[in-house]
């Protein structure tokens, strides 16, 4: 299956394209094997972390939050865990700071690891 535009935004850390692509109507909770792009967005701001040892960011994930990612869908067609799991397990402590305040923002989501 190819991957689509906003995938290949987040995979290529194209913050400016994603906006683009999420204000012409990409759906920002679409999946790709199974990730939503939230959860794509974590996986490579993890890895980059992994890779060289920075520290961490969250241009994506701030992004995809602002235009609408809701850090408690799960992944896999809601079979999988959410972003929020992904990032307390991996020690993504500034995405857990910015779903923190989402949680706050959106108090009537249900939380679903």
Known sequence: M???????A??????KELYELLKAG????EEHDGLTLLHHALDVEIDAVR???????????????????????RSHGGR???????AFVEGHWLALLHFEEWKRAHPTSTLVS
Not at 10 to 15: A, I, P, R
Not at 26 to 29: G, I
Request: glycine share 8%; hydrophobic share 40%; net charge negative.
């Open 2 to 8: 190819d991957v689509s535009p906003a995938h290949q």
């Open 10 to 15: 987040v995979e290529m850390g194209l913050s």
């Open 26 to 29: 990409a759906d920002v909770h």
């Open 51 to 73: 890779q060289t040892g920075a520290e961490f960011h969250a241009d994506m994930t701030t992004l995809l939050l602002l235009m609408g990612a809701d850090p408690t869908r």
């Open 80 to 86: 999988g865990v959410s972003s929020e799991h992904v």
